[in-house]
């Protein structure tokens, strides 16, 4: 008696984080998985940065074909891997892990690829090398978005962090692209900027406003706000009124998740009103 075929393996895969409950990424991977009809399941991994290494070495003996990462553990996770592309490099951070066949971690980020996508997809006419762009924070999306705003040929750029140490030692690391001013003289820089994007948590819901003079803003400027709750922060309900095109943070993050999603399950799925409605919901 022969024995019998072993049966094909259901992909899994899913979110690592501390704390992880409040993800929507769960949400946004089950409509895809559902939509397309494809086998498989998208989990929140509540992972301790004590046990980072272990998860990591033991998720694929599990049957996980990858993971987000998302806070605290973002450097660490590319500290750990293997293989390294050369955004993550760039970046100096991972958001999304591939567990390969032969037991190696690669380590990606796509966090500049869904910001972008996000601003062409919602204001296809944004041209990129048209003038600066004045960018707020410099934490870890910070270093993404400045990442993908070279590369896709903003001509300067001005950036200004509440703690001025944190933005000269990113203007440092990317070069002369980047002006660093103090964030008091940030709404200065507002009326020449041709796009402008709030990275910091100010504004979203339980965190402090945004404190910042917005009356240089004008037709003509693009807006964006990385923050998705509220979908409509003050920055952008002021950039609208002010007669400025916006673009809300939601679709960042549906666009930075295409990749692993196509890697992982093997359809590169569309962010579509019906993704934005499943993970609203």
Same mark, same amino acid.
């Given at each position: 008696?022969?024995?019998?075929?072993?049966?094909?393996?259901?992909?899994?895969?899913?979110?690592?984080?501390?704390?992880?409950?409040?993800?929507?990424?769960?949400?946004?991977?089950?409509?895809?998985?559902?939509?397309?009809?494809?086998?498989?399941?998208?989990?929140?991994?509540?992972?301790?940065?004590?046990?980072?290494?272990?998860?990591?070495?033991?998720?694929?003996?599990?049957?996980?074909?990858? #993971?987000?990462?998302?806070? /605290?553990?973002?450097?660490? !996770? +590319?500290? %750990?891997?293997?293989?390294?592309?050369? @955004? &993550?490099? =760039?970046?100096?951070?991972?958001?999304?892990?591939?567990?390969?066949?032969?037991?190696?971690?690669?380590?990606?980020?796509?966090?500049?690829?869904?910001?972008?996508?996000?601003?062409?997809?919602? #204001?296809?006419?944004?041209? /990129?090398?048209?003038?600066? !762009? +004045?960018? %707020?924070?410099?934490?870890?999306?910070? @270093? &993404?978005? =400045?990442?993908?705003?070279?590369?896709?040929?903003?001509?300067?750029?001005?950036?200004?962090?509440?703690?001025?140490?944190?933005?000269?030692?990113?203007?440092?690391?990317?070069?002369?692209?980047?002006?660093?001013?103090?964030?008091?003289?940030?709404?200065?820089?507002?009326?020449?900027?041709?796009?402008?994007?709030?990275?910091?948590? =100010?504004?979203?819901?339980?965190?402090?406003?945004?404190?910042?003079?917005?009356?240089?803003?004008?037709?003509?400027?693009?807006?964006?706000?990385?923050?998705?709750?509220?979908?409509?922060?003050?920055?952008?309900?002021?950039?609208?009124?002010?007669?400025?095109?916006?673009?809300?943070?939601?679709?960042?993050?549906?666009?930075?998740?295409?990749?692993?999603?196509?890697?992982?399950?093997?359809?590169?799925?569309?962010?579509?009103?019906?993704?934005?409605?499943?993970?609203?919901?």
């Amino acid at each position: 008696m022969t024995d019998p075929a072993p049966l094909p393996r259901v992909p899994l895969a899913g979110v690592i984080g501390h704390p992880v409950a409040h993800s929507k990424s769960p949400a946004l991977f089950r409509h895809w998985l559902d939509t397309y009809q494809l086998p498989g399941h998208y989990v929140p991994l509540h992972v301790r940065p004590d046990d980072l290494e272990t998860a990591l070495a033991t998720l694929p003996k599990l049957g996980f074909v990858g #993971a987000n990462v998302t806070i /605290p553990h973002k450097q660490r !996770a +590319l500290e %750990l891997a293997n293989v390294v592309s050369d @955004r &993550a490099a =760039l970046i100096g951070a991972a958001n999304t892990l591939i567990f390969r066949q032969d037991g190696a971690v690669h380590a990606d980020n796509t966090d500049g690829y869904g910001f972008v996508e996000n601003l062409r997809r919602n #204001a296809p006419d944004w041209d /990129p090398e048209v003038g600066p !762009a +004045l960018v %707020l924070g410099a934490g870890g999306a910070a @270093r &993404a978005i =400045l990442a993908s705003l070279i590369d896709a040929g903003v001509p300067r750029i001005v950036l200004s962090n509440r703690t001025r140490s944190r933005a000269d030692g990113l203007a440092e690391e990317f070069g002369r692209h980047i002006d660093v001013v103090e964030w008091v003289q940030a709404a200065g820089e507002i009326g020449d900027a041709a796009l402008i994007v709030n990275t910091t948590s =100010l504004g979203m819901t339980g965190k402090e406003p945004l404190r910042m003079k917005l009356d240089a803003l004008h037709p003509g400027q693009l807006v964006t706000d990385i923050v998705y709750a509220p979908l409509r922060t003050r920055l952008l309900e002021e950039a609208a009124a002010a007669g400025c095109r916006t673009v809300d943070g939601l679709g960042m993050l549906l666009y930075q998740a295409v990749p692993g999603f196509e890697r992982w399950f093997g359809v590169k799925p569309e962010v579509t009103d019906a993704t934005r409605a499943a993970v609203l919901a």
